[in-house]
């Protein structure tokens, strides 16, 4: 016996869920632009290798951005006969593009501070860069918190990622701003700013990181953890003539539950009676189960062994 789960009441429907990944992103897409020409113009005017590398940290925001925009119009379209489980690993795949973007800039800007750092600066870093990296901070960190609040609200890993990508953005400005203020009170600290740099471009990869293996995990459809199986065990055992809870299987599409599991009732019980069950232990993990998306129960006679 199968049981499918339909719409709980009160979710956000998907064209609801993509308005609002939509407006966010947009949004996010707008400021990281901004961020990135005042950074890049206050880091050449300043003289700082730290916050020109920062810049173009905000600017491979816009990357991400993009790949969330494309993104949302595919995964939350329905199942249809090509994809009957749906498009939501779209979304994975997107999820983990961006953390491969991220660690590409990490990487790169990495390499260039170790190989200029032997390299003259024009100048030492001005207060115009300092003020730079400081508007970041507090932009990137204001936008984090709206994205993710949104990427919770719509269930989107994509969009929590890229969430990240902007908190990571206001983490690596940090060690910008620390490194032109040290040399600005410390001149002869020139070494600073590349030491800042390669702070930042850590930053950048640690996301990714983070990024990255959830989602591939996901791809490779790792199941939910040992704790969370013997949950969703005791869930369906809770329910009335439920005798027995085996070969339970999960996996994760789109960052929600997916789960396949086996029930053992009375087999004196009626076809009508049995249907019920199933669709009684199908309800329970949907609503009290770690962010269930479907259910598929087999019913079974229960036998003494």
Known sequence: MAAQADNHSGELTPEQQAAGVRTVTWAG???????????????????????????????????????????VEYWNKPPDQCHPHGHRRIETVVTVAIGLMLAAVAVGLAYNSVVTWQKPHTGLPGVIALVAAGVSIVAKEILYHWTVAVGRRVKSKAVIANAWHHRSDAFSSIPAFIAVGGTLLMPAWFWLDHIGAIVVSLFILYAAYGIIRPAFNELIDTGA??????RLEQLALSVPEVQSVH????????????????????????????????????YKLLREGPDVADVLVHLEPFEEM
């Open 225 to 230: 953890a040992r704790a969370t199986c013997l």
């Open 29 to 71: 897409m707008a400021v990281n632009i901004g961020l990135s020409i005042v950074k890049l113009v206050c880091g050449i005017l300043g003289h700082s290798q730290a916050v020109v590398a920062d810049a173009v940290h905000s600017l491979s925001d816009c990357a991400t951005d993009i790949a969330v925009l494309v993104g």
């Open 247 to 282: 070969d339970l299987r999960t996996r994760f599409q789109g960052g929600r539950l997916h789960i396949d599991l086996h029930v053992q009732v009375d087999p004196a019980l009626s076809v009508h009676r049995g249907h019920e069950i199933a669709a009684a232990v199908k």
